[in-house]
C-alpha cells in the first residue's frame, strides 16, 4: 500500500514545471517566472539539468556540486504554541532541489536543536534512495560522559539511521575534529574516537558497506587536522571551512583554508565546503565592497561571488548551503547550473574585496547556532546578526557626532527590537561563559554581547561617545 508521505511520479514532475513555480511562489514571496534573485535582482530562469556535477574519486558518486545543508530548517508553531519543524517547507525546499539536480544533503543529530535528521529524513524519503545521497555526524563533541562511550556513540550511530530512515549512509562524519579547550584537540579526539573504539567501529561499518564514505569535519586544531591525514586511512572525503576571507585570513582558530584544502589535495581527498558565505557575511558586504562586485559583474550578488569563488577548485566536491528561502535555493541553484569558475581578475577583485571586509567592525560569527540554547534564553546568533547586518551597511556609528547618527540609531534601535525579542537581547546576558567553549569560531561570545549592549544602551540614552 502507497504511504501517505510518498511522493507520487505525478507530483515529483510538477516539482520540475510552472505548477510547482507558482504554489513556491506563493509560499515564499518570488515571483512565479523563477526569474529574481534572493536580493531582488533579475537573475533567468533556473535550470533543471545544467547542475554541475563533481565525481568522488575514491567511490565514483556523482555529486552535485551544490549540497544543502540541513541545519536552519524553518520553523512554525505548533498547536501549543511551542516550536517545530515546519516540515510540509522543509517537503517543497527538497522536492525543488532535487527537481533541480541537487542530490547532496547534509544534517547532524545536533542540528535544530535535534529535529534536522527527522525532517530531512521525512522529506528524502518520499524520493527513490537512489536519487540522494544523506550526510550526517557522530556529534559527540560536547562533554557528555554517556555521549562519548562507546555505546553511546554507537547508539547515537544507529538513531541517525533510524531518523533518517535508511539502512546505510552515504557519507558519515566524525563530527567537528579539532574541537574542545584550547591546547586540547589531539586529547579531545581520542576521548571521543579512539580510546572508546569508536574510529575501528566506523571503518568496520564502512567495509560493511552501511557507511559508503567515511571523512570528517574540521574546526580549530591543526595538529589534530594534520594527524588525521597521516594516518594509514583512507578517507573518503573532509569537510572544511572555505571561503575567500578564510582562504588566508581565518580567524580565531579557524585555519586559513588554502593550507587546509592543498593538504587534501595532497592525499587526493575531495573537500566538502562548510561556510562559503561566512555565515551570510558575504552575502552582506559593505556598499564599498559590492562595488567593486558590480563594476565587474553588474548582475551578480554576492552572494553568487561567494559560491562561485567556494566551487571553483576541481577537488571541492560539493558546496553546502543552509537554504531556508525558496529564493535562496533558485539562486544557488543557478550559480551552479552550470559553474563558471572565477577568472584571474575576479579573483583579483576579491582580494581587494577581502581588504575592505577585514578592515571591518563585524563580529566573526557564522549563525551556527552551537552556542545555543542559551541557559538564560538570548538569541546570541540573532544579536550578532543584527549587528553584523548595520555594519554591511556602513550603519555602525563611530560617534554621535556623525552625520548620519539620527538615521542610524533609528535603524538599529527599530531593528534589533523587530529581529530580537526584548528578553532575548544582549543586555539580559550575565557573561555566565557556558557558550564560549561550545564556539567553532572562538569568539568571547560575552566580551561581544557586552560591546553589542553597550553600543545599544549608548544608542538609546541618546548619549554622547
Known sequence: MKKKTDISRRDFLKTLGAGTVATTAALYGCKPNNTVSAEGGKVGEVPTDQMTYRIN???????????????????????????????????????????????????????????????????????????????????????????????????????????????????????????GAEGMGMDDFRKRFVDNGILDFLLEERAAGRIRNLGWSYHGDIKVYDYLLSLDIQWDFVQIQLNYIDWQHATGRNTNAEYLLRELEKKNVPAVIMEPLLGGRLARVNSQALRIMKEMNPEDTAAQWAFRYAGSPESVLTVLSGMVYMEHLQENIRTYSPLKPLEQQEYKALEEVTQIMLNADYIQCTECQYCMPCPYGLDIPGVFAHYNRCVSANEILKSSKDENYRKARRTFLLGYDRSVPKLRQADHCITCDVCKPLCPQRIDIPKEMTRVNEYAELLKQKMEF
Open 57 to 179: 574519486p575514491h567511490t565514483g558518486d556523482k555529486v552535485s556540486l551544490l549540497g544543502y545543508g540541513c541545519m536552519r530548517w524553518p520553523l512554525r508553531k505548533n498547536a501549543n504554541g511551542e516550536d517545530e519543524v515546519d516540515q510540509d517547507t522543509v517537503n517543497e525546499l527538497v522536492d525543488y532541489a532535487i527537481a533541480h539536480g541537487v542530490n547532496y544533503f547534509d544534517t547532524a543529530p545536533v542540528y535544530v536543536r535535534g529535529w534536522s535528521e527527522t525532517a530531512t529524513g521525512i522529506a528524502l524519503k518520499r524520493h527513490p534512495r537512489d536519487k540522494y545521497f544523506i550526510a550526517t555526524k557522530m556529534s559527540n563533541q560536547r562533554n557528555i560522559p554517556q555521549n562519548r562511550s562507546r555505546e553511546g556513540c554507537i547508539n547515537l550511530y544507529r538513531k541517525s539511521m533510524e531518523n533518517l530512515q535508511v539502512d546505510y549512509i552515504d557519507y558519515y562524519l566524525l563530527h567537528s575534529i579539532g574541537s
